[in-house]
T-cell receptor, first 113, second 112 residues
Framework: AQKVTQAQTEISVVEKEDVTLDCVYETRDTTYYLFWYKQPPSGELVFLIRRNSFDEQNEISGRYSWNFQKSTSSFNFTITASQVVDSAVYFCALRRTGNQFYFGTGTSLTVIP | KAGVTQTPRYLIKTRGQQVTLSCSPISGHRSVSWYQQTPGQGLQFLFEYFSETQRNKGNFPGRFSGRQFSNSRSEMNVSTLELGDSALYLC???????????FGPGTRLTVL
């Protein structure tokens, strides 16, 4: 069975603090893809990053970085020097072959000015 | 390039009625997926259409149905509405061979 777990339901941080959002997944597939999406209060999910199961290189994009570790089935997301505009719900998702996505339940991040 | 559009944005219906939601994917995208988002259940996959055929289906009752037209636009229909169908319904499109999905703003359905 495919499953994505985001154990952190809500996180609050003070502006400029770093914050890490955890994502743990389960799959028996050898080929799969992992994603992070951001859902601001407006409701529209915004694509942030995609990772395939054969690429364990970490990635950095500005203040965002992602740590993919197959050994622990984790794909964690770190925001450095958080800003108020980062306040949103963040979803981790798994896609297996066949295009069906499995989403975690989301982590609501509040950045306090 | 225009993004995924969904109409209507808000809808209020009463129990027992039926509703049709519409989604226009990004130009060139042939895969359209539908999701139901509720506070309690999170994002749940409804179904995916590709080239007018349903390719994947989630675990929802038969009251939930969909279709896709030759121009890739998609509709989903919910018949005999129940209070529990109140949710944000999200549509996402993707290119053949690409992996990320791009989401529309959603239709917020309230069932009274």
């Amino acid at each position: 069975a495919q499953k994505v777990t985001q154990a952190q339901t809500e996180i609050s941080v003070v502006e400029k603090e770093d914050v890490t959002l955890d994502c743990v997944y389960e799959t028996r597939d050898t080929t799969y893809y992992l994603f992070w999406y951001k859902q601001p209060p407006s409701g529209e999910l915004v694509f942030l990053i995609r990772r395939n199961s054969f690429d364990e290189q970490n990635e950095i994009s500005g203040r965002y970085s992602w740590n993919f570790q197959k050994s622990t089935s984790s794909f964690n997301f770190t925001i450095t020097a958080s800003q108020v505009v980062d306040s949103a719900v963040y979803f981790c998702a798994l896609r297996r072959t066949g295009n069906q996505f499995y989403f975690g339940t989301g982590t609501s991040l509040t950045v306090i000015p | 390039k225009a993004g995924v559009t969904q109409t209507p944005r808000y809808l209020i219906k009463t129990r027992g009625q039926q509703v049709t939601l519409s989604c226009s994917p990004i130009s060139g995208h042939r895969s359209v997926s539908w999701y139901q988002q509720t506070p309690g259940q999170g994002l749940q996959f409804l179904f995916e259409y590709f080239s007018e055929t349903q390719r994947n289906k989630g675990n929802f009752p038969g009251r939930f149905s969909g279709r896709q037209f030759s121009n890739s636009r998609s509709e989903m229909n919910v018949s005999t509405l129940e209070l529990g169908d109140s949710a944000l319904y999200l549509c996402a499109s993707s290119l053949v061979g690409q992996n990320e999905q791009f989401f529309g703003p959603g239709t917020r359905l309230t069932v009274l």
